[in-house]
């Protein structure tokens, strides 16, 4: 985490908790995007990508060196969402959860074990 010389002033809503409410109001793909663009460096919002293009690869149970085979991904990277998938906050899941029901979930090729 980011460490400061100076204790940033508080606010009446934490800072999380404001860019999180500044997602919400967002419309769509394209205006998430636009805010992610404006948001991030391009490997910050590479990162964030990757890590969301292995979600549909380790919920159809293929391996991690697999994974990583076919994205390029860190398996470390990979491990680190493997883990959260499975608890925390339940954020990924949802996500994944609803994607599926509106048709928009890629299909992914099985492991090769």
């Known amino acids: 985490m980011k460490r400061r010389a100076v204790v940033p002033e508080a606010g009446p809503v934490a800072p999380v908790d404001f860019l999180c409410e500044a997602m919400a109001t967002l419309s769509s793909p394209e205006e998430v995007r636009a805010f992610l663009v ?40 990979i491990g680190r969402v493997a883990r959260f998938l499975a608890s925390e906050e339940g954020g990924y899941r949802l996500a994944a959860q609803r994607l599926q029901r509106r048709g928009r979930w890629p299909e992914v090729e099985p492991g090769q074990d």
């Open 38 to 77: 404006d948001l991030t460096t391009p490997a910050e919002l590479e990162a964030l990508a990757d890590r969301w293009r292995v979600v549909p690869l380790l919920l159809a149970g293929v391996a991690y060196r697999e994974i990583h085979d076919r994205t390029a991904v860190s398996v470390t990277t």
